[in-house]
């Protein structure tokens, strides 16, 4: 599958949860958006290798003025593996000789000579060579030679393929073979098909089915012969794909003989998949591959793989095929979109309030109805120090995008600065009249906002602590968020309206409204210009702020939405609502993904981490919560042996047992990412093999 890929910069803004969302500072990133709408994502150190890898990518003007970078020949499972080895590039020649599928190998370098990569082309060429000497199916060859025939590059790569042709065929020339001249004779690994092939009907349904063998036939019959080539095939393998012909029409009767774990095992299953993607019979493809992912999910298959049994990696499954049946796997253990949680934070004696997230991600701020603020290692869970200065509650927290200041407000009608790195107030902002309900902070650093019960917003120096601005409304003011761009600060009222002021002359930009219900919360979009607004009629809705036409209007709770934060990539939103729910929504389609975390009072805040799918929520529970979110993206690049044992835990786990690494097992952990690991063991309380006592 082919599809466009997509290098763009994106400029990571961290949000603040609850009523407020302030922006953050930056880290770079780069995504990668695939043809037909699939992303993934890679760190600036891995593009800095793609560079100095890539004479293409290096070379290209186009992308420091577009911040765009456009490789139209790459499909997704290449480009992550070329990922990988440009990666590992000082070891690529070890770990391309664990790779034995020649047809991948020859578009992996079709796509580095695209990229200009030569040291991986010169690794890839050397490879192949070696593949060609041990290659044993003449057709392959013709396959091989058929894809690179186009290329003159190739010219050292087709001599080594017509030197090993002319070696097998004067091989088989050798051999007495007797062939039947009345019937279709199959030339396999292991010899002649011990019965030639007389059944027309089903030798036409086998031809009519497979693109492979239609080719062969037409050549049979330009050359008037009756003998099919196919030496990566055996007996026992062609028998069994043949048999299934009969059913061709009738998948059901398909689906339930490859069911019988009697007949088939997951070899023969596996052996089958090889030789329908040989013969190119989707249909027959797609069912093994359903039997395969069922068969694999058995408990008993699982406690194989438990004593070190492995999908048998010899045999050559093409890797599409590879990733199907992954995918097919995830699917049934709903593993595309799984959250589980890494940490409660103990400390706070009554209501969470609200939510923000250091700058970096590292750590963690919660402000509290116990009238303090506490920080926290937001990558450990620990407890770093408490903001004591309020005499009342704290409605609001906010980390400063260069984060070195934390702003907190009160109802005591004061708003604090604190140090980040020290916990000493700086200052303390005193002028509203009221409660002081939201603050937030310009992308800079230099001003802080503050939104109050008595109908003023104020905007003060935060270097200074002076105020230099206020302005006032005649009806409630119900939200307030400053854009990532310093463009706008955006007020949302009682009565439903949105207001975007200029900061340039604090004059109304635009305003619009989308009910005439409370705005609750707002929260812009760290790349573009979206504000998602949450109402107390239960609806978020997603704003263009240019133009003030509404994107998607977000559907599913049950009261009041009480906040709402995007991801770092706003591929995603958050929500919680006094409905007691916590809800994730695709914020690109607006279609809801799940519920996570239904607790038994009503959601306060919650906040994304800025740069990682992890969220922070607070309620009336008087504990933050953090989760880890993995999604398609995380879960894309997992193999079959990882699955595998992700069921093997899920499985035991539904059992109320926990699953302890073996040796075995814990080999397989290892080669897992960071955040898979995690889920493992907190989510799902895997003990490694290394933690067991001597």
Same mark, same amino acid.
């Given at each position: 599958?082919?599809?466009?890929?997509?290098?763009?910069?994106?400029?990571?803004?961290?949000?603040?949860?609850?009523?407020?969302?302030?922006?953050?500072?930056?880290?770079?990133?780069?995504?990668?958006?695939?043809?037909?709408?699939?992303?993934?994502?890679?760190?600036?150190?891995? !593009?800095?290798?793609?560079?100095?890898?890539?004479?293409?990518?290096?070379?290209?003007?186009?992308?420091?003025?577009?911040?765009?970078?456009?490789?139209?020949?790459?499909?997704?499972?290449?480009?992550?593996?070329?990922?990988?080895?440009?990666?590992?590039?000082?070891?690529?020649?070890?770990?391309?000789?664990?790779?034995?599928?020649?047809?991948?190998?020859?578009? &992996?370098?079709?796509?580095?000579?695209?990229?200009?990569?030569?040291? &991986?082309?010169?690794? &890839?060429?050397?490879?192949?060579?070696?593949?060609?000497?041990?290659?044993?199916?003449?057709?392959?060859?013709?396959?091989?030679?058929?894809?690179?025939?186009?290329?003159?590059?190739?010219?050292?790569?087709?001599?080594?393929?017509?030197?090993?042709?002319?070696?097998?065929?004067?091989?088989?020339?050798?051999?007495?073979?007797?062939?039947?001249?009345?019937?279709?004779?199959?030339?396999?690994?292991?010899?002649?098909?011990?019965?030639?092939?007389?059944?027309?009907?089903?030798?036409?349904?086998?031809?009519?089915?497979?693109?492979?063998?239609?080719?062969?036939?037409?050549?049979?019959?330009?050359?008037?012969?009756?003998?099919?080539?196919?030496?990566?095939?055996?007996?026992?393998?062609?028998?069994?794909?043949?048999?299934?012909?009969?059913?061709?029409?009738?998948?059901?009767?398909?689906?339930?003989?490859?069911?019988?774990?009697?007949?088939?095992?997951?070899?023969?299953?596996?052996?089958?998949?090889?030789?329908?993607?040989?013969?190119?019979?989707?249909?027959?493809?797609?069912?093994?591959?359903?039997?395969?992912?069922?068969?694999?999910?058995?408990?008993?298959?699982?406690?194989?793989?438990?004593?070190?049994?492995?999908?048998?990696?010899?045999?050559?499954?093409?890797?599409?095929?590879?990733?199907?049946?992954?995918?097919?796997?995830?699917?049934?253990?709903?593993?595309?979109?799984?959250?589980?949680?890494?940490?409660?934070?103990?400390?706070?004696?009554?209501?969470?309030?609200?939510?923000?997230?250091?700058?970096?991600?590292?750590?963690?701020?919660?402000?509290?109805?116990?009238?303090?603020?506490?920080?926290?290692?937001?990558?450990?869970?620990?407890?770093?120090?408490?903001?004591?200065?309020?005499?009342?509650?704290?409605?609001?927290?906010?980390?400063?995008?260069?984060?070195?200041?934390?702003?907190?407000?009160?109802?005591?009608?004061?708003?604090?600065?604190?140090?980040?790195?020290?916990?000493?107030?700086?200052?303390?902002?005193?002028?509203?009249?009221?409660?002081?309900?939201?603050?937030?902070?310009?992308?800079?650093?230099?001003?802080?906002?503050?939104?109050?019960?008595?109908?003023?917003?104020?905007?003060?120096?935060?270097?200074?602590?002076?105020?230099?601005?206020?302005?006032?409304?005649?009806?409630?003011?119900?939200?307030?968020?400053?854009?990532?761009? #310093?463009?706008?600060?955006?007020?949302?009222?009682?009565?439903?309206?949105?207001?975007?002021?200029?900061?340039?002359?604090?004059?109304?930009?635009?305003? !619009?409204?989308?009910?005439?219900?409370?705005?609750?919360?707002?929260?812009?979009?760290?790349?573009?210009?979206?504000?998602?607004?949450?109402?107390?009629?239960?609806?978020?809705?997603?704003?263009?702020?240019?133009?003030?036409?509404?994107?998607?209007?977000?559907?599913?709770?049950?009261?009041?939405?009480?906040?709402?934060?995007?991801?770092?990539?706003?591929?995603?939103?958050?929500?919680?609502?006094?409905?007691?729910?916590?809800?994730?929504?695709?914020?690109?389609?607006?279609?809801?993904?799940?519920?996570?975390?239904?607790?038994?009072?009503?959601?306060?805040?919650?906040?994304?981490?800025?740069?990682?799918?992890?969220?922070?929520?607070?309620?009336?529970?008087?504990?933050?919560?953090?989760?880890?979110?993995?999604?398609?993206?995380?879960?894309?690049?997992?193999?079959?042996?990882?699955?595998?044992?992700?069921?093997?835990?899920?499985?035991? #786990?539904?059992?109320?047992?926990?699953?302890?690494?073996?040796?075995?097992?814990?080999?397989?952990?290892?080669?897992?990412?960071?955040?898979?690991?995690?889920?493992?063991?907190? #989510?799902?309380?895997?003990?490694?093999?290394?933690?067991?006592?001597?």
């Amino acid at each position: 599958m082919l599809f466009m890929l997509v290098l763009t910069l994106i400029t990571f803004s961290g949000q603040v949860a609850a009523a407020s969302h302030s922006p953050q500072s930056t880290t770079q990133r780069v995504t990668v958006q695939l043809k037909d709408g699939e992303e993934s994502e890679i760190s600036q150190a891995t !593009f800095k290798q793609l560079i100095a890898a890539s004479k293409t990518i290096a070379n290209d003007t186009t992308y420091m003025e577009n911040q765009r970078l456009t490789l139209q020949e790459i499909p997704a499972p290449a480009f992550a593996e070329i990922v990988q080895l440009i990666k590992h590039i000082n070891r690529v020649a070890a770990l391309l000789a664990k790779k034995k599928r020649i047809f991948s190998l020859a578009k &992996l370098l079709t796509y580095a000579r695209f990229l200009d990569a030569s040291v &991986l082309e010169n690794a &890839l060429e050397k490879r192949i060579k070696q593949l060609i000497r041990t290659e044993k199916s003449i057709y392959n060859l013709d396959k091989l030679k058929k894809n690179m025939a186009n290329d003159n590059l190739n010219k050292a790569l087709l001599n080594s393929i017509e030197s090993k042709r002319a070696f097998l065929m004067s091989k088989k020339n050798a051999n007495q073979i007797k062939i039947d001249p009345a019937a279709y004779n199959f030339i396999l690994q292991d010899g002649i098909l011990n019965k030639p092939l007389t059944d027309k009907n089903r030798i036409d349904i086998l031809i009519e089915s497979s693109q492979m063998l239609k080719d062969m036939f037409n050549d049979m019959e330009n050359t008037q012969s009756n003998v099919f080539y196919m030496d990566t095939i055996t007996q026992k393998t062609f028998e069994q794909l043949y048999l299934l012909i009969e059913d061709f029409n009738d998948s059901k009767k398909i689906n339930t003989r490859l069911a019988d774990n009697k007949t088939y095992s997951i070899r023969d299953l596996a052996n089958m998949l090889n030789a329908a993607n040989f013969f190119d019979i989707n249909i027959l493809m797609v069912s093994i591959i359903q039997a395969l992912a069922a068969r694999l999910l058995l408990p008993s298959s699982l406690e194989q793989l438990k004593n070190g049994a492995r999908w048998p990696n010899d045999l050559q499954i093409p890797a599409e095929l590879d990733f199907a049946i992954t995918s097919q796997i995830k699917n049934n253990i709903s593993m595309n979109n799984i959250i589980y949680t890494l940490f409660a934070l103990e400390g706070h004696t009554s209501d969470i309030s609200s939510i923000g997230w250091s700058p970096d991600g590292k750590n963690i701020v919660t402000g509290s109805w116990d009238n303090t603020a506490n920080i926290w290692n937001a990558q450990t869970g620990t407890f770093i120090r408490k903001l004591s200065q309020h005499t009342d509650i704290i409605y609001a927290v906010a980390w400063s995008p260069n984060g070195n200041l934390i702003a907190t407000a009160s109802s005591d009608r004061t708003a604090c600065l604190w140090d980040a790195a020290t916990g000493k107030r700086v200052h303390t902002l005193s002028g509203h009249t009221n409660e002081i309900l939201f603050i937030t902070w310009s992308p800079d650093s230099a001003y802080l906002a503050t939104g109050s019960y008595d109908r003023q917003i104020k905007i003060w120096n935060s270097k200074t602590g002076t105020l230099v601005r206020e302005m006032a409304e005649t009806i409630g003011i119900s939200s307030i968020a400053w854009s990532p761009d #310093g463009k706008y600060l955006a007020i949302g009222l009682a009565n439903g309206t949105i207001k975007l002021m200029d900061p340039a002359s604090w004059s109304v930009a635009r305003s !619009f409204s989308g009910s005439p219900h409370d705005v609750k919360t707002l929260a812009w979009s760290p790349i573009s210009n979206h504000l998602a607004a949450g109402s107390a009629d239960g609806i978020i809705r997603i704003w263009n702020a240019q133009t003030g036409q509404i994107i998607h209007s977000l559907k599913g709770h049950a009261d009041a939405i009480g906040s709402v934060s995007w991801n770092y990539n706003e591929k995603y939103l958050a929500s919680g609502s006094t409905d007691t729910e916590n809800k994730i929504w695709n914020a690109k389609t607006g279609a809801f993904i799940r519920t996570f975390y239904q607790q038994s009072s009503a959601t306060h805040c919650v906040a994304w981490s800025p740069i990682e799918n992890n969220i922070a929520t607070g309620s009336e529970e008087k504990m933050p919560f953090v989760f880890c979110y993995l999604d398609a993206d995380a879960l894309k690049s997992i193999t079959l042996d990882q699955i595998l044992l992700i069921a093997l835990a899920r499985d035991l #786990g539904k059992q109320n047992k926990k699953l302890e690494l073996n040796s075995h097992l814990q080999k397989i952990f290892d080669t897992m990412s960071p955040a898979i690991q995690e889920f493992l063991v907190s #989510g799902q309380g895997v003990k490694k093999f290394s933690e067991k006592p001597l």
